[in-house]
């Protein structure tokens, strides 16, 4: 049977941003801790930033405006803000992006909670290493989407498979970053913590909990980013509420003005999450950026 | 230096005696021995420190004289011999090793508690010339500042026997000068037993009451200073002083 190449590469340039945000990685942020380049400040760091999109909406306009691109194809900038209205209007995208936001709320709060317990389970015993990590590894090499077959036999197609999908997915960032960096907190630290008198309590309180506050925060930032992938993903199988049931339904009568209007909305979900996460980061590591805090 | 954290959390098998009741003697150490992967570092080393005594421990790059300290810290667990500390002892390291997600003042009562040690901060501070820097961040000082501020966090265990490992090795000339002046007035004041670990020979003829020699793990010399406390370095003896102690340290003093 011949193989469609065009359509294969077309798949892989789909599968990229998503491969890109559940690469458990470094944080870029860490290789280049001071920055040396001034970032331009007020309205020219605005336009700078809305230049971008701005341009591409200005695209999005012409080329429907035009006739390039056909409405059913991409409806144009002007149907989706009117589906939007319809949308609101009627309430239903108001109901549906807070099943949403409750589902990837709740799945997100016990994915970090189990993620660090286990993180402080083996990065503060050997007991705990032995038994947690060597399996937890293990387990992170592998799609969180594949389990989606098993998890669907396991919890059917209620409320709990989509809050134990994102609770999974977004557990494996938290216990990887967290515990790398528990076992990371400089040894120094340590020597130090021994000769100030400070207990086994003390030594974690004070020292290696701080100390590993960055790393938790790093991984903080890619859990978010995954629990709204697991959760559009997970809304789309199999669900009779959300966002994702929105677009699929919206799909199945061909209306492309909700699909694209469901898109914006997960995009400013993740901006805004995003945008919160680090927020906070900022506000929990003072102690990291020197000109703040002098 | 990344580190194995179960390594630290875990006790050591062994620890320096501390004795609890006062005795003349701020260290005893008898027939020390410590080795890695059986190359001894230290052997047969024995030493005392008298009460409020100022030591300072020469020796080349490896002869030791860290491991030494650290055994004395209660840092390093795998030694063979003797090792009598008092039950209070405080460590000042050469990075001045400020928590950096702590700012001044917790990071002074680190391990601390209570008002008396909070007050005791607040003086130290004071003292060590860093008045209202209490909340700063450890990233805001300099180098000299952040050593002055772990100069009064050691000092505010109320220390019997304080521990320095080459503590202004890492600062400038000037500020160096200016240390050392501080250390001296603190010495004075608090009275503690002091172990100076150091390389630099005029800091330790300019600082202590007895230089002690390592040299391949051994104690080598052991000279006390018999020098006025002020102007060290205008005394008759003080070139000589530094001659020997190169030639101790099989260097060649050109400075004549």
Not at chain 1, 96 to 115: D, E, K, N
Not at chain 2, 72 to 83: I, P
């Amino acid at each position: 049977m011949p193989i469609d190449l065009s359509s294969l590469r077309d798949l892989d340039r789909l599968a990229a941003p998503a491969d890109e945000a559940l690469r458990v990685g470094v944080d870029d942020r860490l290789a280049t801790p001071h920055r040396a380049r001034r970032r331009p400040r007020g309205l020219g760091f605005l336009v700078d930033k809305a230049l971008g999109p701005l341009l591409l909406l200005g695209v999005w306009f012409t080329a429907s405006g035009l006739g390039w691109v056909d409405s059913t194809t991409l409806p144009s900038p002007g149907q989706t803000w009117s589906a939007a209205h319809i949308l609101i209007a009627n309430g239903q995208l108001q109901e549906h992006l807070l099943i949403s936001l409750q589902r990837a709320a709740v799945g997100l709060v016990i994915g970090v909670t189990v993620g660090v317990l286990l993180a402080l389970l083996s990065g503060l015993s050997r007991v705990g290493e032995v038994l947690l990590d060597s399996n937890l590894q293990m387990l992170r090499s592998m799609p969180i989407l594949a389990l989606v077959p098993l998890a669907i036999v396991w919890f059917g197609i209620g409320e709990e498979i989509k809050v134990v999908l994102v609770a999974l997915g977004v557990m494996f960032p938290i216990y990887l970053n967290t515990h790398t960096a528990i076992r990371s907190v400089d040894a120094k630290y340590i020597d130090l913590a021994a000769t100030s008198g400070l207990g086994r309590i003390g030594l974690i309180r004070r020292v290696i909990l701080p100390g590993a506050l960055p790393g938790f925060f790093t991984g903080l930032r890619f859990s978010v980013a995954i629990a709204w992938l697991v959760l559009v993903v997970s809304e789309q199988i199999n669900a009779s509420s959300g966002i994702g049931y929105l677009m699929t339904q919206a799909r199945s009568i061909g209306q492309t003005d909700v699909i694209v209007v469901g898109l914006i909305v997960y995009a400013l979900l993740g901006l805004i999450s995003d945008t919160l996460v680090r927020f906070f980061e900022r506000r929990a590591l003072t102690w990291r950026s020197t000109l703040q805090s002098r | 230096m990344a580190l194995d954290a179960s390594v630290p959390l875990t006790t050591g098998t062994r620890t320096p005696e501390r004795v609890r009741e006062p005795a003349t003697h701020a260290v005893r150490a008898s027939k020390v021995n410590r080795s890695f992967d059986g190359r001894g570092v230290l052997e047969e080393v024995s030493l005392s420190i008298g009460n409020g005594e100022f030591v300072a421990l020469l020796g080349r790059s490896g002869s030791g004289k860290s491991t030494l300290l650290r055994i004395l810290a209660g840092l390093d667990s795998e030694y063979a011999g003797q090792v009598d500390v008092p039950e209070r002892v405080a460590v000042a390291f050469q990075d001045a090793r400020l928590l950096p997600w702590a700012r001044i003042l917790p990071n002074v009562t680190l391990g601390l508690r209570g008002q008396r040690a909070h007050k005791l901060a607040l003086e130290l501070l004071a003292e060590v010339g860093l008045a209202g820097k209490e909340k700063a961040w450890p990233k805001t000082l300099s180098g000299g500042e952040a050593q002055r501020a772990a100069l009064a966090r050691a000092l505010a265990r109320e220390p019997e026997l304080l521990l320095m490992d080459e503590p202004f090795g890492a600062l400038d000339a000037l500020t160096r000068i200016k240390m050392h002046r501080l250390l001296r007035r603190l010495f004075l004041r608090h009275r503690p037993a002091v172990l100076l670990v150091t390389h630099d020979v005029e800091e330790a003829i300019l600082l202590a009451d007895r230089i002690l020699v390592l040299t391949d793990g051994r104690l080598s010399l052991d000279l006390p200073i018999d020098l006025p406390a002020e102007g060290r370095r205008q005394a008759a003896t003080f070139r000589q002083l530094r001659a020997q102690l190169l030639t101790e340290l099989g260097v060649e003093d050109d400075d004549h």
